[in-house]
């Protein structure tokens, strides 16, 4: 029997991992549910159990199933970021450069602040100004590690208080993107000026609900961002 996915011709294992992926996606197994055992998905899927078990490990190292041992296989709470996997074999990243980077984090960044400041909760506020204090500190001791990591934090705490997993995901795959291609352009974060300075204008356009305001001061620092890289 031949396998096909996407037109092309794939291994037992991969047939068998993507339609459990697919079961996952469209509910048929939910969160938190017992996959049927071993000698049920081999009659389902038409493969021996060595291709179930292969398939099984591959979806369990990609976080969505739990393996436990004795117990049986469970479905784990599925992240959106974990299907946007595949675009990092889709990306030439010779093709890649910091201004593709940065044109794709303008038009996504400067919707999630908006949607932000419409959404936001005094929760949101509150965790917003932690990480922002945390950077504020960062910055003041010039630990580039930490300015880097709080950086990337405050960003996706932006995109959590939008409330669209997809803007989420696809955040958190361009900010996977963007440390990738710095440590491949040989270009490390650099502490601007005003950078804290920048990040609290977004926090404080978020906090007062200002819509319009978030997404300016978010797009004033994206292309402040790109400049001090180019």
Do not use: W
Not at 43 to 55: D, K, M, N, P, Y
Not at 129 to 154: M, V
């Amino acid at each position: 029997m031949t396998y096909i996915a996407g037109g092309y011709k794939i291994t037992k294992c991969d047939f068998v991992t993507e339609q459990l992926k697919e079961r996952i996606i469209t509910g048929t197994y939910k969160t938190g549910e017992k996959l049927p055992n071993e000698t049920a998905l081999c009659e389902s899927f038409g493969v021996s159990r060595i291709t179930v078990r292969e398939a099984l490990k591959k979806l369990n190292m990609m976080g969505i199933l739990d393996i436990r041992q004795g117990r049986g296989t469970f479905v784990k709470p599925v992240d959106l970021s974990l299907f946007m996997k595949p675009l990092y074999q889709l990306i030439d990243f010779e093709d890649v450069d910091i201004e593709s980077i940065y044109s794709a984090r303008k038009y996504l960044e400067t919707g999630t602040a908006s949607m932000a400041a419409e959404k936001r909760t005094e929760e949101d506020v509150a965790r917003l100004g932690e990480i922002l204090g945390k950077l504020k500190e960062a910055i003041e001791t010039e630990d580039l590690i930490a300015i880097e990591g709080f950086d990337s934090q405050f960003h996706l705490e932006v995109a959590k208080t939008a409330r669209n997993p997809i803007l989420y995901a696809c955040l958190e795959a361009i900010e996977e993107i963007n440390r990738t291609c710095l440590k491949r352009f040989s270009k490390y974060l650099t502490v601007l000026d005003d950078c804290y300075g920048e990040h609290y204008r977004i926090f404080d356009a978020i906090r007062k609900g200002d819509a319009a305001g978030a997404s300016q001061a978010m797009l004033d620092h994206t292309l402040s961002s790109q400049k001090v890289l180019l």
